[in-house]
T-cell receptor, first 109, second 113 residues
Framework: LAKTTQPISMDSYEGQEVNITCSHNNIATNDYITWYQQFPSQGPRFIIQGYKTKVTNEVASLFIPADRKSSTLSLPRVSLSDTAVYYCLVGDSNYQLIWGAGTKLIIKP | DTEVTQTPKHLVMGMTNKKSLKCEQHMGHRAMYWYKQKAKKPPELMFVYSYEKLSINESVPSRFSPECPNSSLLNLHLHALQPEDSALYLC????????????FGPGTRLTVT
């Protein structure tokens, strides 16, 4: 099973672009990579999912290199409300799900 | 409707009590999940129901008993819990077609005294 590693915490400022990288060296062929955001005492909220290359939606981009051993969540022009914990999740269709430990992102004014 | 609801929001129970947590979704999703989350830790998968059948049981103690009465409902029956079982219990659902776009409920904050 893939093990996921992500930074424990990051700081940034309003209006900046934030990139959070997750390492998953043993990712399997069938695994997808998904990122979630979680605020205190709430359930995680889906941000974005990808398999390879680049995926973009209205809130974030996900960059996955060809070897798929890492992925980078990119949040453009963050605001104070983006302060949260961000999790990467690697999983396959047999419900083998490996969550990262989470990155606490603090956005400063 | 993209909402997963969970009741109750908070629950305090003694070690000899029997209680149940409930989860409901009306998105037509065919996979539903129970997670346990301790403070400052990622969610820990407990059970997965796929098309109303138990697909995954991550070696969870028998004092936790899941039930899926139909495709919209998921219960977690609790009996003889220990103080270390105190945590946020999260329910989630996915379409069941291999997507991991999980929709989470707000969770039930459980305290075992």
């Amino acid at each position: 099973l893939a093990k996921t590693t992500q930074p424990i915490s990051m700081d940034s400022y309003e209006g900046q672009e934030v990139n959070i990288t997750c390492s998953h060296n043993n990712i399997a062929t069938n695994d997808y990579i998904t990122w979630y955001q979680q605020f205190p005492s709430q359930g995680p909220r889906f941000i974005i999912q990808g398999y390879k290359t680049k995926v973009t939606n209205e809130v974030a981009s996900l960059f996955i290199p060809a070897d798929r051993k890492s992925s980078t969540l990119s949040l453009p022009r963050v605001s104070l409300s983006d302060t949260a914990v961000y999790y990467c999740l690697v999983g396959d269709s047999n419900y083998q799900l490996i969550w990262g430990a989470g990155t606490k992102l603090i956005i400063k004014p | 409707d993209t909402e997963v609801t969970q009741t109750p929001k908070h629950l305090v129970m003694g070690m000899t009590n029997k209680k149940s947590l409930k989860c409901e979704q009306h998105m037509g999703h065919r996979a539903m999940y129970w997670y346990k989350q301790k403070a400052k830790k990622p969610p820990e998968l407990m059970f997965v129901y796929s098309y109303e059948k138990l697909s995954i049981n991550e070696s969870v103690p028998s004092r936790f008993s899941p039930e899926c009465p139909n495709s919209s409902l998921l219960n977690l029956h609790l009996h003889a819990l220990q103080p270390e079982d105190s945590a946020l219990y999260l329910c989630a659902s996915t379409s069941g077609t291999g997507s991991y776009e999980q929709y989470f409920g707000p969770g039930t904050r459980l305290t075992v005294t």
